[in-house]
């Protein structure tokens, strides 16, 4: 069973259609190894060897997912853009491909391997 399901992160973002379904699905397993990554230790595991993940790890790879849903037409974490006559610089702030506040949720499970 993977870190969170489809279902699981409709109901906590409020998505009442499958219009994202497929692009959600593919982010999962991405989601999860970069959480893996981040976290810089193995799931913990039970007596019979399947994987126990952390307590609130589910509404942080919530987080994750609706970044990277955000992020992928490259313009949330871009640090300077033009349009015409306009332009902006951003602050980027981001570990690892994710804002600093989603990584500090993560390195607070384990950082030990």
């Known amino acids: 069973m993977p870190i969170i399901t489809l279902e699981n992160y409709k109901a906590l973002a409020g998505i009442t259609n499958n219009s994202q379904d497929i692009q959600i699905s593919s982010l999962i397993p991405c989601v999860e190894s970069d959480f893996l990554h981040i976290r810089n230790k193995d799931?913990?595991?039970?007596?019979?060897?399947?994987?126990v993940y952390p307590v609130n790890s589910e509404m942080v790879a919530a987080e994750m997912i609706s970044y990277k849903l955000l992020t992928l037409g490259g313009t949330i974490?871009?640090?300077?853009?033009?349009?015409?006559?306009?332009?902006i610089s951003l602050t980027?702030?981001?570990?690892?491909?994710?804002?600093?506040?989603?990584?500090?949720?993560?390195?607070r499970f384990g950082s030990a391997k």
């Open 43 to 51: 799931w913990d595991t039970d007596a019979h060897g399947a994987v």
């Open 92 to 107: 980027s702030d981001l570990i690892h491909g994710y804002p600093k506040s989603i990584v500090t949720k993560i390195r």
């Open 77 to 87: 974490g871009a640090t300077w853009e033009a349009i015409g006559n306009y332009s």
